[in-house]
């Protein structure tokens, strides 16, 4: 399946879902935190949409599984 196309305020909405609060942000780059598993992830905050390619890494440094991402979403 592919990924879909997501805004950031969606992809840091989801990443809040599954534990990730907001640590900092420098510019336009927002920093979120999951004390549970102690991971980091940083998403850029912009207009456009996450590029595919980009997004896969933001999951994979997540942590968050395909079909766990796809129940995320739908919530």
Known sequence: MKLPVLKPKKMIS????NGFYIDHQTGSHITLLNNKT???????????????????????????NMDEFIKLLKK
């Open 38 to 64: 102690n991971q980091r992830v940083t998403v850029s905050y912009h207009s456009k949409d996450i590029k595919r390619g980009t997004l896969q890494n933001i999951l994979k440094q997540a942590g968050i």
């Open 14 to 17: 989801i990443l809040r879902k």
